[in-house]
């Protein structure tokens, strides 16, 4: 109609736009978070936990030590969101697709090799983790999880064996050993074994295990 002004209900525009800009707030929150969760992941593996400050967080993710305080109020909030990203980014190798060879002297090589080709990638933060867990409550809670996963590589490795008394003991510490990250370390780096090598050094272990000592 001629004459007419047009109106427009600004309180509408802005309740629509109140969504986007709650929206755009939790993506950067979610941003902050995870860049706060690979700097402290970068620091553990480079210093280690015991000297990994928030200070030092704050500073290298380019916020203040309020805001890692606001995201993870606790060490251990903090170390949950640090396992999880690292468990995702470097999974261990699966047991159950180990303790599906039968043959078990076949299962041992499968599972070293891959054990090792994990341990080659994880080097730096596994130290780091060994060095401190006496220093640090929240590295023995974690590491304790990754034991018992070794444990459970272990009960996979000795399945169908068929040993009893001595000889069960002597390839169960065997096997326990050949699966352990020091073990890896010492050979591959102190000794200078190619992964392959500590592999079948380490698998001749197990099986030597069946023979009876005089």
Do not use: N
Request: net charge positive.
């Amino acid at each position: 109609m001629p004459g007419r002004v047009c109106q427009y209900d600004w309180t509408d525009m802005s309740d629509q736009k109140r969504p986007y800009r709650m929206k755009r707030r939790a993506e950067l929150e979610e941003q902050t978070r995870r860049r706060i969760t690979e700097t402290t992941v970068a620091l553990h593996e480079e210093v280690g936990p015991a000297q990994t400050s928030i200070s030092a967080i704050a500073e290298r993710a380019g916020v203040r030590r309020s805001t890692v305080y606001r995201h993870f109020p606790d060490e251990e909030t903090l170390f949950d969101a640090c396992s999880s990203h690292f468990r995702a980014a470097h999974p261990p190798p699966d047991v159950d697709d180990w303790a599906a060879v039968v043959d078990p002297t076949e299962r041992t090589e499968k599972a070293l090799r891959e054990l090792y080709a994990f341990y080659r990638r994880t080097q730096g933060m596994y130290e780091s983790l060994l060095r401190d867990e006496s220093l640090v409550a929240a590295v023995q809670r974690r590491l304790g999880d990754f034991y018992g996963y070794l444990g459970r590589a272990t009960e996979a490795l000795m399945k169908g064996r068929g040993l009893r008394g001595h000889a069960a003991r002597r390839t169960r510490a065997a096997i326990g050993h050949a699966v352990a990250f020091p073990t890896w370390r010492s050979l591959t780096l102190a000794q200078e074994l190619t992964d392959d090598e500590a592999v079948t050094l380490m698998c001749r272990l197990v099986e030597s295990t069946h023979i009876r000592p005089r």
